[in-house]
């Protein structure tokens, strides 16, 4: 009896250090269960070749976030990283990295910084067809969507006596989703004015007042979050 209940405790033991336990909801679970994701149900991840320069992630720390897959499957508490140049969002369990096996619809990271610390990522498929196939951070949403696509860009320079350099450049493209129709935007008052139309005039006074610029990453969320609540 002793001996068979050390292995039970055993198996316990090895079966949680190849798991993550947290929260999950959705059609098929209660909101108040718990999940265990095998890795091996999931893609190993290989991380950057060593003679690339830079960093691929929107951000380089692990980040408390979420995941809600195409499925509708809810899950949280989870440790995540975004591989803006691979595409891919990356979990932690036990100092070792995966790449989820199914489909993400959308995802967040508590960065500490934009949107009040958590940065919402979409599939672009799902907002808009015309946007590019990857996710895109959600700036702003409502009657006018703002957002945003990180792309990460391998460049290789070349000198003389010198071997290439692989180095990894960041290239931010902005979207506007209005009426179901997206477009990409320059951030300047004039695309700005453009967007707004009719209520121009209020939301320009609005940005006087609270200091905004219209060349801004900053200025257009607070401007587009105040004419979605006119």
């Known amino acids: ?35 265990i994701s095998d890795p091996l149900n999931n893609r190993p991840y290989y991380g950057n070749n060593s003679d690339i320069e830079g960093n691929t992630f929107f951000s380089s720390k692990w980040s408390a976030g979420s ?13 995540l990283k975004f591989d803006a140049f691979r595409n891919e969002v990356v979990f932690l369990i036990n100092d070792s990295t995966f790449v989820f096996a199914e489909e993400i619809r959308e995802f967040t990271l508590n960065t500490g910084s934009k949107n009040g ?32 696509h990180q792309k990460k860009n391998l460049v290789t320079t070349t000198g003389y006596n010198m071997a290439d350099r692989k180095i990894i450049e960041d290239r931010n493209t902005y979207y506007i989703v209005q009426n179901g129709n ?27 007042k609270n200091n905004l610029s219209a060349k801004s990453e900053a200025g257009w969320i607070e401007a587009i979050n105040y004419f979605n609540t006119l």
């Open 1 to 35: 009896m002793k001996y068979l209940i050390s292995s039970v405790c055993l198996f316990v033991l090895f079966f949680q250090s190849r798991a993550q336990i947290g929260s999950v909801s959705g059609p098929s679970s209660s909101a108040s269960s718990t999940f």
């Open 182 to 208: 997206s477009q990409s935007v320059s951030l300047n008052k004039k695309n700005l004015e453009e967007i707004i139309g009719a209520k121009w005039q209020e939301v320009n006074a609005y940005m006087e």
């Open 67 to 79: 995941i809600k897959t195409a499925n509708g499957i809810h899950y949280t508490n989870m440790t």
């Open 117 to 148: 610390g958590v940065a919402k990522f979409v599939k672009s498929n799902s907002v808009a067809g015309s946007l590019p196939p990857k996710y895109v951070l959600a700036l702003a949403e409502g009657k006018i969507s703002f957002y945003m």
